[in-house]
């Protein structure tokens, strides 16, 4: 597994990263393991963000200010598109096709990343699984990429371990899904690696591993003198 270097700069400065819609901060944490300098937002709230944050409409945010960073993230509420929500009859804003537009137009790489419900609104997605990255969950996200940054698809474990009901306590040798009203907050942090959140942040976020293997992966596109320390 690739690791980054200890620092990433440009010119004498760490690269910026734009994390949009960023809730509690998972995507913020791989970015930032990966050397990035880390700018969160979104319109509520978020004591738990553990870097920079801005309450802000995300795509306002962005077409104002995203040409000023080297990397823009978003992800866009996915309840659109998730089973749970359809069948409650909740209904939510889908704010897919904006964001896109909004990344676009700053003129910078970025990746727009949402649930599996969404991948046929999705251009080309890469798909990341946990135990691509030692986690132990299958937590499906699918990132599409744009402004010039294209990311490769790692090679799908097969699904050998069995996985806990949804919301159900995770038995010895399972592992656990985290979504909705679950139970084992404790166990949850340790597995997906985010120690800071309670269970709302839990349930939304990607695993830091992820944003990490993205991160290094933007590196060469936007600092092509340094490389990723093996």
């Given at each position: 597994m690739t690791q980054s270097t200890d620092i990433r700069r440009v010119h004498?400065?760490?690269?910026?990263?734009?994390?949009?819609?960023?809730?509690q901060g998972g995507a913020a944490k791989g970015y930032?393991?990966?050397?990035?300098?880390?700018?969160?937002?979104?319109k509520d709230p978020q004591p738990r963000y553990p870097f920079r944050f801005?309450?802000?409409?995300a795509i306002a945010f962005?077409?104002?200010?995203?040409a000023a960073f080297d990397f823009v993230h978003a992800s866009p509420p996915c309840q659109h598109d998730t089973d749970c929500q359809r069948l409650?009859?909740?209904?939510?804003?889908?704010?897919?096709?904006?964001?896109?537009?909004?990344?676009?137009?700053?003129?910078?790489p970025w990746v727009l990343e949402n649930v599996g419900g969404a991948v046929p609104k999705l251009r080309r997605p890469v798909m990341l699984c946990g135990p691509m990255f030692g986690v132990q969950s299958y937590r499906h996200r699918?990132?599409?990429?744009?402004?010039?940054?294209?990311?490769?698809?790692?090679?799908?474990?097969?699904?050998?371990?069995p996985q806990a009901k949804m919301g159900r306590p995770v038995p010895p040798g399972y592992y656990g899904?985290?979504?909705?009203?679950?139970?084992?907050?404790?166990?949850?942090?340790?597995?997906?690696?985010?120690?800071?959140?309670?269970?709302?942040?839990?349930?939304e976020c990607i695993p830091p591993a992820y944003a990490r293997y993205i991160g290094n992966a933007a590196l060469p596109l936007l600092a092509p003198g340094l490389g990723v320390a093996a």
């Open positions: 004498g400065r760490r690269l910026r990263l734009l994390d949009l819609y960023c809730k930032a393991d990966a050397g990035f300098d880390v700018t969160g937002v979104d801005v309450q802000a409409d962005v077409l104002e200010h995203g409650h009859g909740n209904d939510h804003p889908d704010l897919i096709a904006p964001t896109r537009t909004a990344l676009e137009s700053t003129g910078r699918f990132f599409e990429t744009g402004g010039g940054f294209t990311l490769p698809q790692p090679a799908h474990p097969v699904h050998t371990v899904q985290f979504v909705g009203n679950f139970s084992g907050v404790p166990l949850a942090r340790r597995v997906i690696g985010v120690e800071w959140m309670n269970r709302d942040g839990i349930r």
